[in-house]
């Protein structure tokens, strides 16, 4: 799998949402991802995770060995930069 | 047999302060995202108890189910899902993890 098709499958999942996924063994199945969306305005941790999670359906399960994630929304993205 | 293993998730995460369902065990873990969350809780100082999903397929099906969540490892405290190795470390790095922690060690 590649950092694109992931980064697709997110977007999709996640309409609007800012998506930048990078392949850090290189070997198609260890990812990190940075995922900013208005959609988590007021949800938990665990409910953010679990909204990607959801967007990636059966590549998370099948393909994907591990996932670090970094939810944020665009009032705390903006905050970080 | 889908019962039972609800059913032992469910003692487990009630009995326990922190839970945390792991690849391997606090000595031994086979996955650096369970290393790093054992390390979490061991730098907090405060008692965990771990399950081992590698030896038990079951309750690593169940656990996943139990929680909607597809990955290991998985962290309870206080009977509440918390989240995995991403949220754990963000937690703990905000301090918000040593406030939880406190508040159902009491």
């Known amino acids: 799998m590649l950092a694109e098709d992931l980064k697709k499958l997110i977007e999709q999942g996640l309409p609007g949402a800012h998506v930048e996924v990078r392949d850090f ?3 198609g199945d260890h990812f990190e991802a940075l995922v ?3 959609d988590f305005e007021g949800k938990t941790l665990v409910e953010r995770h679990q909204a990607v999670y ?3 359906g059966d590549a998370m399960r099948a393909q994907v ?3 670090t994630l970094k939810t944020l929304t665009p009032a705390q993205y903006q905050q970080r930069r | 047999m889908a019962q ?3 059913e032992r998730i469910q003692s487990a995460v009630s009995n326990n302060k922190v839970m945390i369902f792991m690849k391997g065990t606090a000595s031994f ?3 650096g995202f369970s290393a790093a969350t054992v390390q979490v809780f061991e730098q907090l100082g405060v008692p965990f108890e771990t399950a081992d ?3 038990d397929p079951e309750l690593r099906d169940g656990i996943k189910r139990f929680t909607n969540w597809p990955t290991i490892p998985q962290v309870f405290v206080g009977g509440k899902f918390i989240g995995g190795c991403d949220i754990v470390r963000e937690m703990y790095e905000s301090g918000d993890l040593k406030t ?3 508040s159902v060690m009491k």
């Open chain 1, 25 to 27: 063994t290189g070997g």
């Open chain 1, 36 to 38: 900013v969306s208005q």
């Open chain 1, 54 to 56: 959801g967007a990636l």
């Open chain 1, 65 to 67: 060995h591990a996932l």
């Open chain 2, 4 to 6: 039972d293993v609800t």
């Open chain 2, 29 to 31: 873990p086979q996955c």
């Open chain 2, 53 to 55: 999903v590698l030896s």
């Open chain 2, 100 to 102: 939880l922690v406190d």
